[in-house]
């Protein structure tokens, strides 16, 4: 491949961090929106009373 994904949980918030990284920035965007509303909805899915205090972050990422 030409990039890397990491999703890792907060240690101090109620946070899901995603951060991506790729040959360009608008490639990191498009794969980070689909990955922050894909995990968006399992929680939503699987623990609807958590969803509501979930927090998907995306940080911008460089290019590699």
Do not use: C, Q, W
């Amino acid at each position: 491949g030409k990039g890397r994904v990491m999703i890792r949980a907060s240690g101090t918030e109620p946070k899901i961090r995603v951060m991506v990284e790729s040959v360009s920035e608008e490639l990191n965007e498009e794969v980070s929106k689909i990955l922050v509303n894909l995990i968006h909805s399992v929680f939503v899915k699987v623990m609807p009373d958590t969803a509501a205090f979930l927090t998907v972050s995306y940080s911008k990422s460089e290019k590699i």
